[in-house]
């Protein structure tokens, strides 16, 4: 090999990357040069002929390129978090580190979204983070052009725990978190209609048998119960002035929001038709609804009314029932009373009469005055019921999705929350007793009184 070899693989090594090969070769080109030199007599280094000239320069060009290589892979080691795929090094982007970083909290997410509504183009890589994250989970991730990302998880936490604090009828069902490549819950559950003989557990029996007696077969009889997720959207307008301030704008939306959605969804538990919606107690089939009193004037409540309304709920139930009434009806509750002998006794009211604070119960279980109950005398004014009879089903966070052109003209911009939940009654129909023929069911109510 020649020293002009030498030169040209160390020059290939250094365009490659490789500096430790480079090195080698220029080391090699010296040693070759020493040796040509020493063949033909020279005893120092001098620029006699143009063979030394060519060698000199191609030496200097050489360092140059070896140094610029040095500094070029220092430089990369002092970078962050680095990818090595042969010779060719990916540093860590700011734009990645930022993805990486959560919101400080849910009015700076809101601005975000705002933002990137009115310039997708510069949308907060942390948006499209949270976009990404959603279509690998499958969830319904929304459509970022159109302003619609994922809530970041622990603000959609804040906003459903508020709801279940301030709910005094959705935290009393048995809920069911959907996974993430479902949109639907089917659950097998005994069809039992009746308690008599034969039909327990819709058809299983047991029989007393004397020596040798025949045995006959039983089974059980089965039904599928399917809930399919429906979605819940909520609407609120955020001015410009209110936009600015991040803080504010957090507070206002998670408050709204979560007395909103519970708002929605606590009367569609109580109301709800079942289409579009969750189905409610007092649509469903295994209501038990107690009529009025013969005789009972309108827009009354008495005493035999709450005690026949007692005696149809499933004594299962009962150490998990509630009252649920309209506060219209709480005038009625507190003249209630009982006949003894020539007098009577409050119902509803201390023995020290009204100077008293009402008891809050009626025969042990509390009384809780919702909206979503009807006024007095229609039915639905006073429900006793047991939640756990309840089944709900519910999917990941919320989704927020936000539009600048709804409200143009008065510099207001649109969010819009999406929830998708469903429910029914863990019940379909009512259940006749083992003696009597007075249905019973965790779902009570008092007919209309007209």
Excluded at 219 to 240: H, S
């Amino acid at each position: 090999m020649m020293w002009q070899e030498a030169i040209a693989l160390a020059r290939a090594a250094i365009e490659s990357g490789d500096l430790a090969a480079a090195q080698d070769y220029k080391q090699r080109a010296q040693m070759l040069k020493e040796l040509d030199m020493m063949g033909v007599g020279h005893g120092e280094k001098e620029y006699e002929d143009e063979d030394e000239k060519m060698y000199a320069e191609e030496m200097k060009a050489m360092r140059n390129e070896l140094e610029a290589l040095k500094a070029f892979r220092s430089q990369l080691e002092n970078e962050p978090a680095v990818k090595s795929a042969g010779h060719l090094v990916v540093t860590e982007d700011e734009t990645d580190k930022m993805a990486d970083a959560p919101f400080k909290s849910l009015g700076e997410q809101l601005f975000a979204v705002a933002e990137a509504c009115m310039r997708p183009n510069r949308a907060d890589p942390r948006l499209m983070a949270q976009v990404k994250r959603a279509k690998a989970l499958g969830l319904s991730e929304g459509v970022p052009s159109d302003g619609g990302f994922l809530v970041q998880p622990e603000f959609t936490a804040e906003i459903l725990s508020r709801m279940n604090e301030m709910g005094t009828v959705m935290n009393r069902t048995r809920r069911i978190q959907i996974g993430a490549n479902s949109n639907s819950l089917v659950m097998n559950s005994i069809d039992e209609t009746s308690r008599a003989t034969g039909s327990r557990w819709g058809g299983i029996q047991g029989y007393w048998l004397a020596e040798a007696g025949t045995k006959l077969a039983t089974k059980p009889k089965f039904r599928q119960m399917t809930l399919q997720l429906k979605k819940l959207a909520g609407v609120a307008y955020a001015t410009d002035e209110l936009l600015a301030d991040t803080t504010a704008l957090g507070n206002i939306m998670t408050q709204g929001f979560s007395e909103e959605l519970m708002f929605l969804i606590e009367d569609s538990i109580i109301n709800g038709t079942g289409a579009g919606q969750p189905l409610g107690i007092l649509q469903s089939p295994a209501l038990v609804t107690v009529a009025k009193e013969t005789g009972q004037a309108a827009n009354t409540l008495v005493t035999n009314n709450i005690f026949k309304m007692w005696s149809r709920m499933w004594s299962r139930s009962r150490a998990n029932a509630v009252w649920y009434i309209n506060q219209d009806i709480e005038p009625q509750l507190l003249a209630l009373d009982m006949p003894v002998g020539t007098g009577g006794m409050p119902v509803y009211l201390p023995a020290n009469g009204i100077s008293g604070a009402p008891f809050g119960t009626l025969l042990g279980r509390p009384i809780v005055p919702i909206e979503y109950s009807a006024t007095l005398g229609t039915v639905g004014d006073v429900i006793l019921a047991d939640l756990s009879q309840y089944i709900m089903i519910e999917k990941g966070g919320l989704q927020a999705e936000t539009s600048i052109h709804v409200q143009f003209l008065t510099d207001e911009t649109a969010y819009r929350f999406v929830y998708r939940v469903d429910g029914q009654p863990a019940w379909h129909d009512t259940l006749t007793p083992f003696k009597g023929s007075a249905t019973q069911s965790p779902f009570v109510a008092l007919a209309t009184r007209a």
